[in-house]
Every structure is written in structure tokens, then in C-alpha cells.
């Protein structure tokens, strides 16, 4: 039996405690729940982070032990996942191609922006078998080596853009 096999219902509830707790004890320490304030309104002390991680603890492992929230994110976060990096690469092309506000000398680093997209394309590819069904809808005469070939033509036409950003 190979070793994923032998741990798979370990792995399902490590990950779903894991991004549980991550996501509620970020949301209680943007929200500020248990900030202590003055008559202002003022914050005059910080919440305790022990406090904040053993709320999350608790929820996370509560959530985790939940089956049908497991079958849900099993379920769910292969199409969050690819909404989530489709709106990442609008913004990013967005972020990318909008005229920015320069100062005076100040000169742009592009090497991040094409490695993103070069890791994006990546992701893309490995993750083509959840996009297939959605974009052959869409494109219906296509076939999955064409349209990962148009993404890919998509992507060196934005490297090569940032890389003539560059050079101005």
C-alpha cells in the first residue's frame, strides 16, 4: 500500500484543522474582538495571541472532526482553488499592464512579475485536468493542447511585454 494511501484520512483532517485555524485566528486578530479600549475607542492593549490560537484550536479542531465539512471541502476547494488563480492572474495582468505612477529615476523590477507568471503557467498545466471540463465549455472546437497552448502564448506575451517595460 503506498505511504499517501496508508494516511489519507490523517491527511484530510490535518489540512482542514490546519486551514481552519489558520482562518480564524486571522480573522480574530484583524478584527480585534478582544482589544481592550479606552473611552475613545482607542486601543490601549494588544488581545493575547495565546488566547486568540486556543479559540482557533478549538474551532479548528471541532471543524476537522465534522465529516460532512471534510466531504465539503474535498469537494469545494479544487473550484475555489481555480477561481481563486484565475482571479490572481486577472489582477496580475491588470497590476502589470496599468499605467503605474513612476518617480522621477525610479526604475521597475520586472524579474518578479515574470517569474510569477512562469510559476502560474506551471500551475496551470499541472492543474489542467480540473480546467478542461469548465474551458471546453467555453471553447468547445479546441482541443486541451490548444488552449493550454493559447494560455501559454498568453503568458510569454505578457513576459516579453514586462521585459520591453523594462528596457524603457
Do not use: C
Not at 469545494?76 to 496599468?98: D, E, G, Q
Amino acid at each position: 500500500m503506498p505511504f499517501h494511501a496508508a494516511f489519507a484520512g490523517e491527511t484530510l483532517f490535518l489540512s482542514a484543522f490546519l486551514l481552519v485555524f489558520a482562518v480564524v485566528f486571522a480573522l480574530l486578530s484583524y478584527s480585534g474582538m478582544f482589544v481592550k479600549k479606552d473611552k475613545q475607542g482607542n486601543a490601549v492593549e494588544k488581545a493575547d495571541r495565546r488566547i486568540l490560537a486556543l479559540i482557533a484550536l478549538v474551532i479548528g479542531l471541532i471543524s476537522a472532526s465534522y465529516s460532512p465539512f471534510l466531504s465539503f471541502l474535498q469537494t469545494a476547494l479544487p473550484i475555489v482553488t481555480i477561481v481563486l488563480i484565475l482571479l490572481f492572474f486577472v489582477v496580475f495582468i491588470y497590476k502589470i499592464f496599468s499605467p503605474g505612477k513612476k518617480k522621477e529615476g525610479q526604475t521597475t523590477d520586472v524579474w518578479p512579475a515574470m517569474v510569477a507568471l512562469a510559476v502560474l503557467l506551471i500551475a496551470a498545466y499541472a492543474s489542467w485536468q480540473y480546467f478542461q471540463p469548465f474551458l471546453s465549455g467555453i471553447a468547445p472546437g479546441l482541443s486541451a493542447d490548444s488552449l493550454i497552448g493559447i494560455i501559454a502564448v498568453i503568458v510569454v506575451v505578457a513576459i516579453i511585454g514586462l521585459a520591453y517595460k523594462k528596457m524603457k
